[in-house]
């Protein structure tokens, strides 16, 4: 919470509701935090908003193109270093210098993302259509249907930690049948148990192929009795009017894999892959691994049904 910090204006009266067992020492068991007493005394959002400083809701459309430059010259620049790579006349050292190159250009890439998310939430500037343009062309490059992330990313954060409405990071839950055959060890292999409970290969999945698979599949997402992608303008994700924009998205991805395609003719396949896809695993990375330590702590509290408002 903004209480554990800071002595600007409001922020007194947030330390005052929000020091309540549980929120700053520790975490409790869930059948008390789905207790409406254990609840009481939190700040209103008009408190929460009273106590953060007014400057911090001023966007700036120069400071934000300004940032969007900055990086793709810093991009623009690794990758030029990057075409005298193929000059290196030892094997073993030229790899060792590809595999850096694709870090150090993932890591600068991963600003554009940062941009990109900001322009989802309406925040690059105070132009809605310049952000819809800028979040459309950031998120294409980075292989993201922008308007389906857009909608699913506000319901998250309209809905965070709702059980029922929340769309990403839902705690997976086990029936009581599944529990106890757990517990009984009845029907597992002790050794896929461990490989599975394992925190590196839920990592290694989660920075590969989890991010792909939640937009093509909504893995890890929200549970829906039908068909649900980032990908189908039919998902229940989507309003039947904001099935456009998911077209539109769709559309924008198609003509960057156009570009895509021709770039790896007029040069070859394996400059696509060294220059583009290598490095956009690191940004991959990088967001799959954010978003994770943000979402992911074992004492975030859920909510069921009523439990849940906007301010818990």
Do not use: C
């Amino acid at each position: 919470m903004v209480v554990h910090s800071g002595d600007r204006r409001g922020l007194g009266v947030l330390r005052q509701k929000g020091e309540r067992k549980g929120v700053l020492e520790g975490a409790t068991a869930p059948s008390e935090l789905e207790t409406e007493e254990y609840w009481q005394g939190l700040p209103t959002l008009a408190e929460i908003r009273e106590a953060i400083p007014d400057e911090y809701f001023k966007r700036s459309l120069a400071k934000s193109m300004g940032y969007l430059l900055y990086d793709g010259v810093k991009i623009a620049l690794i990758m030029y270093l990057g075409t005298f790579i193929p000059l290196i006349a030892s094997t073993p050292l030229r790899w060792a210098v590809w595999t850096f190159y694709w870090y150090v250009l993932g890591t600068v890439a991963t600003g554009w993302w940062v941009l990109a998310h900001e322009a989802g939430h309406q925040g690059f500037s105070p132009y809605r259509r310049v952000n819809h343009l800028v979040g459309t062309i950031l998120h294409t490059i980075l292989l993201v249907p922008y308007h389906p992330w857009r909608i699913s990313h506000g319901l998250h954060h309209k809905y965070n930690m709702d059980m029922a409405r929340d769309q990403v990071f839902i705690p997976a839950e086990k029936t009581p049948e599944e529990e106890r055959r757990r517990r009984s060890g009845e029907g597992s292999s002790p050794v896929l148990e461990a490989l599975m409970e394992a925190p590196l290969v839920g990592l290694l999945f989660l920075w590969t192929l989890g991010w792909p698979m939640y937009l093509l599949f909504n893995l890890g997402g929200q549970k829906y009795p039908e068909f649900t992608s980032h990908f189908y303008a039919w998902s229940p994700i989507f309003k039947p009017e904001q099935r456009p924009y998911v077209w539109e998205s769709l559309a924008a991805l198609g003509a960057w894999f156009g570009i895509l395609g021709a770039i790896a003719y007029w040069t070859s396949p394996f400059a696509v892959l060294v220059h583009y896809f290598m490095p956009y695993l690191w940004v991959n990375f990088y967001l799959v691994t954010i978003t994770y330590l943000q979402h992911s702590h074992e004492e975030l509290p859920h909510f069921r049904g009523g439990a849940w408002n906007y301010v818990r």
